[in-house]
């Protein structure tokens, strides 16, 4: 039924200038708006909605994930654009804020309203 359909995700946020922003100028994608709605066009033909929702309560979980050839010149560009990288008890990070405990190599941050975002080493 849905096998020929462009599907995509989205998610909200409490401030869609805030969204604008940092999706396009911080993390350089390309975004439009269209009836106070913002897309992310994201490589790969993979659009992302982002809308305003008043009552906006932050994802717990990674909302976005960024596979980057170079994690570590990925979380040194993002830091130095101000971007904080988050640190979870039960998964220790280095001093970047890389976790090196299994898997990809993963960091992770959040937007301004709070949805949790990663930057990931890419296995190929």
Sequence with gaps: MFGSVKAFSGFSVD?????????????????????????????????????PKPDHAPATFTVLNFPVPDIEAAVDELAGKGVRFERYEQLPTDDRGIFRGGGPLIAWFTDPAGNVLSVLQDPS
């Excluded at 709605?37 to 490589?43: C, K, N, P, S, V």
């Design 15 to 51: 401030d869609i200038e805030a969204a604008r922003k940092f999706y396009g100028e911080t993390l350089g994608l390309r975004v439009s708006e269209q009836n106070g709605l913002l897309t992310l066009h994201i490589a790969g033909d993979r659009d992302t909605l982002i809308y």
